[in-house]
């Protein structure tokens, strides 16, 4: 057997053992991550190749601006039903779940579909990606980043006041 086979019937079996029998896309998981290591480096790449660099500090305003726009886009995403065309190839409906939200099963039909399904209906695994790319918007396009971060960040603000008139309703 060579090196290759070696190694590739190694990670056969600790994925097999892993699974411990479930239905875990691990392959999935691996192309998503190798998208997002990618996508890093290659937003690294370019940002060096024209001269840009991070900032030299983060406000306490920005961290708060971009928690709250990445907190509403991976909302909008994840479970919005006008988002709804983005996750159709990688999940199935399954019903509302909340004001304005979808519930949606995510497809099993092959490791790829079943880890972008997760990554797409699950807010909290968004969040990287979003973070991230709000984080290069800071390097890239600061203003415009600022921008469409307050306009998400107004949006979350929004949506917590909907919540909170609803409840106050409720009491009456």
């Not at 600790?14 to 480096?41: F, H, K, Q, W």
């Not at 980043?145 to 006041?161: E, H, K, M, N």
């Amino acid at each position: 057997m060579t090196n290759a086979g070696a190694v590739k019937h190694w990670a056969r079996r600790e994925a097999a053992t892993y699974r411990n029998g479930a239905d875990r896309p691990l392959s999935g998981y691996l192309a998503a991550m190798g998208v997002y290591a990618s996508a890093v480096g290659g937003l690294t790449l370019l940002g060096r190749r024209l001269g840009l660099r991070p900032p030299e500090t983060v406000s306490p305003w920005d961290v708060a601006l971009l928690g709250m726009a990445t907190h509403r886009l991976t909302r909008t995403v994840s479970k919005d039903a006008v988002a709804s065309p983005i996750r159709a190839p990688f999940t199935t409906y399954s019903g509302p779940q909340g004001p304005g939200e979808l519930h949606e099963e995510v497809r099993t039909d092959s490791h790829l579909r079943h880890a972008v399904g997760e990554l797409l209906t699950c807010p909290f695994c968004l969040g990287q990606w979003v973070a991230t790319g709000f984080a290069a918007g800071l390097v890239f396009a600061p203003r415009a980043t600022r921008l469409v971060a307050a306009t998400f960040a107004g949006i979350a603000v929004s949506d917590f006041l909907q919540y909170g008139y609803s409840a106050l309703q409720s009491k009456e």
